[in-house]
């Protein structure tokens, strides 16, 4: 007999049980699930509603149910169609009739809510403390690398040369506000649905400020309708969820470029790659691919619940059942993610070697040469055009700016002199973008000092 079953008059369809039933998705949430009954039916006590002594043998039973499903000696039925309700019939079976009484003034509807705000609540901050190691990682990096410089890319083409520190730290401000974003989420996840009962509310004089203090949420929601019909905070961190995998994705981008042997700036660490079954030579960056291909999944959750939720009426619907699945595959996503990114950047190699040639043949020094002619009086755009026609002699030649003699320069631009060779340099290049933000090595260092200062502040909700 199902729980529920007191008004039907026939046993459920054995295809629409296993249709119907959530358990083999929703059973991850039994520690929350338990937790949330144990503060309910302690209220329940406190409120007179139930018998100290039915209080005390229900709170022992839940303890001991967890136990057990932890050691595996009790499972999960499909006939009991969720969690919650295969915890309620081992408590029955366990401590007989005044298991029943454990549901009295809630319904599923707010108790599902409940355990997925504890859920993700516990999540969030997992995911904020692996965000914080990362970003300590990176900014580690950026203080070792001080000495490294790569060029620096737009279109793909080589643009202008930078700090090999300098990029590592424009991901550190992408993940930050990753972090930032997350931290925001929290605050609507840590809000407590209990209480509002299907959807209306309960007859019964529960307080539900004593249970929201015990589960230690900030806010209760003041709506019952909206208590158990609320997904937005899934949404919110989903779509979180979904920029921060988009950074990691275009990080790995780099990675799986920067390691090829046409670029050669980096080579990740063994542990972190894989080799190929028929070619022996091979050492494959399949962490940063994998990386950047679950990004999609994520991608998917989101819109799959926005989907989801987009015709529904108040209050509770059985589709919401369909909200759990992105939800955990997501966290499980974002965690692994990061733990396995975190310990790639920690243990890569840079190839200094190869990305001191890189930065020393090509035309990154251009711009430099062209606001060398800007500072002596000329137009940037008759600069810009003076250097565009020497950037085409050297391409005609095979050779790069600073191969050029002087007297090719003063035959271009009589405001050239010996001098220029100076600026022509990657290092003058890179320490002459010294304004707030550049890649100068006396900014870089100005914003790592910055970087430190944030990560001790303890800005994370889990480690204040």
């Avoid at 007179?48 to 039915?54: E, F, H, K, S, V």
């Avoid at 063994?270 to 190929?276: E, F, L, Q, V």
Wanted: aromatic fraction near 8%; charged fraction near 20%; include cysteine.
């Amino acid at each position: 007999m199902k729980l529920w079953g007191g008004r039907f008059t026939k046993p459920t369809h054995e295809l629409v049980e296993t249709f119907t039933a959530s358990v083999h998705v929703d059973q991850r949430l039994y520690p929350q699930d338990i937790r949330g009954s144990v503060a309910h039916v302690k209220m329940l006590g406190r409120c007179g509603i139930l018998p100290a002594a039915d209080v005390e043998q229900i709170v022992t039973g839940l303890h001991s149910i967890e136990e057990k499903i932890a050691t595996g000696e009790l499972t999960f039925s499909v006939a009991h169609e969720d969690v919650h309700m295969n915890v309620e019939q081992h408590l029955i079976e366990q401590i007989g009739p005044v298991g029943g009484k454990l549901h009295t003034g809630r319904s599923r509807n707010d108790q599902v809510a409940l355990d997925m705000h504890l859920y993700l609540r516990e999540e969030v901050d997992e995911i904020l403390d692996l965000l914080h190691q990362l970003i300590t990682v990176l900014v580690d990096s950026a203080e070792q690398h001080l000495d490294v410089l790569i060029p620096g890319y737009t279109h793909l083409q080589r643009a202008q040369p930078v700090l090999f520190s300098h990029h590592l730290l424009a991901y550190a401000g992408m993940f930050r506000r990753d972090s930032e974003r997350l931290q925001s989420a929290r605050t609507r996840i840590d809000m407590m649905p209990l209480g509002a009962g299907a959807l209306a509310g309960t007859t019964f004089p529960i307080d539900r400020a004593a249970v929201a203090a015990e589960l230690g949420f900030a806010r209760l929601y003041d709506n019952s309708m909206d208590a158990v019909s609320d997904r937005d905070f899934i949404v919110e961190f989903l779509a979180d969820a979904a920029i921060l995998m988009m950074h990691l994705s275009r990080f790995c981008e780099e990675l799986v470029l920067w390691s090829s042997q046409e670029f050669g700036f980096v080579e990740l660490d063994d542990a972190y790659c894989t080799g190929s079954s028929i070619m022996p030579q091979k050492k494959n960056p399949d962490v940063a691919e994998l990386i950047r291909g679950k990004t999609g999944r994520v991608y998917g959750s989101l819109f799959a619940l926005l989907t989801v939720l987009k015709g529904l009426p108040m209050a509770y619907n059985k589709d919401l059942q369909e909200d759990k699945e992105g939800m955990f595959d997501t966290v499980d996503t974002v965690k692994a993610s990061l733990q396995l990114f975190t310990g790639m950047i920690a243990t890569m190699t840079v190839r200094r070697a190869r990305t001191e040639q890189a930065v020393r043949e090509d035309f990154s020094n251009a711009t430099d040469l062209a606001d060398y002619l800007v500072r002596r009086g000329l137009p940037f755009r008759q600069a810009h055009e003076v250097i565009g026609k020497l950037v085409l002699h050297c391409l005609e030649r095979s050779c790069f700016l600073a191969d050029l003699t002087l007297a090719e320069y003063q035959q271009a631009s009589p405001l050239f002199d010996a001098d220029l060779y100076a600026v022509l340099a990657p290092e003058a290049v890179v320490n002459a973008r010294a304004s707030l933000g550049g890649t100068a090595v006396s900014s870089v260092v100005e914003q790592i000092t910055g970087w430190r200062q944030w990560l001790g502040q303890g800005f994370f909700a889990n480690n204040p």
